[in-house]
């Protein structure tokens, strides 16, 4: 078993030296840093006090020996461990309510017991999921906090112990590399913070030979699913509609009108984030009618 900590990058790109080479099968526990960096640790901080040029640290790359340009990597999410307490934040200007946010809060909720303490009345379910996770992009260098075909801040509350994560691979060695954990996050992440914690995250590698997608796709217990990622929400849209459309032609023998309305009847689209650099979405298609999307 392998375990990765301390090694952090702020962007995903093929430029980055390798912390080291995994192989096709193994398991590694990435130990990630909040999207602060760790930097908040109290209510009485405040949003100034923060470093701009730390945020959204990834934990890697590594290189998986074997993975090569056109294979696909498969990450399975077999645990998500969080720390005893998360942080959330409130920025004037930043998310869907940004405009009407007054003044900067940091918030530091206690994490006990599988709950996350907001008031001793409200006391939500932690449902960890991971925010950033990606491998090198086709080319240049993508801050973290962006997501795309390579993955990145998908903020996808999907990606989560038992899930699946299908990323597609640019480059030798794919370069994985992931961070921002949520303790809890709704769909959407309203307010650009989810519970953001420093967390131990274990995954399985795995590379698929011989089959290449062009953007990140995911399997849970219940649902298979495609993601897309623009700076335009209808567009995202339209990508992981297209793609799930494709899937459902090609493994159900279905044409194109048939595979969109059983889209139409049975798949979800569901809002990751609408906060980000690009909005990330994702359309679900139910395992009792799609198996598997390979
Ligand atoms: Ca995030
Ligand atoms: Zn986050």
Not at 105 to 112: G, L, N, S, T, W
């Amino acid at each position: 078993m392998y375990t990765i900590s301390n090694h952090k990058i702020y962007s995903m790109s093929q430029n980055h030296k390798p912390v080291f080479t995994v192989h096709d099968g193994d398991e590694i526990v990435f130990e990630t840093r909040d999207c602060f960096d760790n930097q908040l640790t109290s209510s009485d901080q405040t949003m100034d006090q923060l470093d701009w040029e730390h945020i959204n640290p990834a934990i890697g790359p590594v290189f998986i020996e074997g993975a090569a340009s056109n294979d696909t990597l498969k990450v399975s999410i077999l645990d998500i461990q969080v720390e005893s307490y998360g942080i959330m934040v409130a920025v004037p200007d930043n998310g869907v309510l940004g405009k009407l946010v007054k003044t900067s809060e940091v918030r530091k909720i206690p994490i006990v017991d599988g709950y996350a303490v907001f008031r001793e009345d409200l006391k939500i379910p932690c449902k960890p999921m991971i925010g950033v996770i990606g491998v090198a992009p086709p080319k240049g260098e993508i801050p973290c906090g962006t997501p795309g075909e390579h993955g990145g801040n998908m903020d996808n509350g999907k990606i989560a112990a038992g899930a699946a994560l299908y990323l597609p691979i640019f480059h030798d060695g794919a370069m994985l590399a992931m961070g921002d954990v949520h303790a809890a996050m709704g769909d959407g992440e309203i307010m650009v913070s989810g519970i953001e914690v420093p967390a131990k995250i274990k995954v399985k590698i795995e590379v698929i030979k011989g089959i290449s997608i062009s953007a990140p796709m995911l399997e849970d217990a219940d649902y298979c699913y495609t993601i897309a990622s623009h700076e335009d929400l209808e567009k995202a849209i339209f990508q992981a509609a297209s793609m799930m459309n494709e899937i459902l032609m090609d493994k159900l023998h279905l044409s194109f009108n048939e595979a969109g309305m059983l889209l139409s009847a049975v798949g979800n689209l569901e809002f990751c984030q609408v906060v980000d650099p690009k909005r990330t979405v994702r359309m679900a298609v139910p395992r009792t009618l799609l198996k598997t999307l390979f």
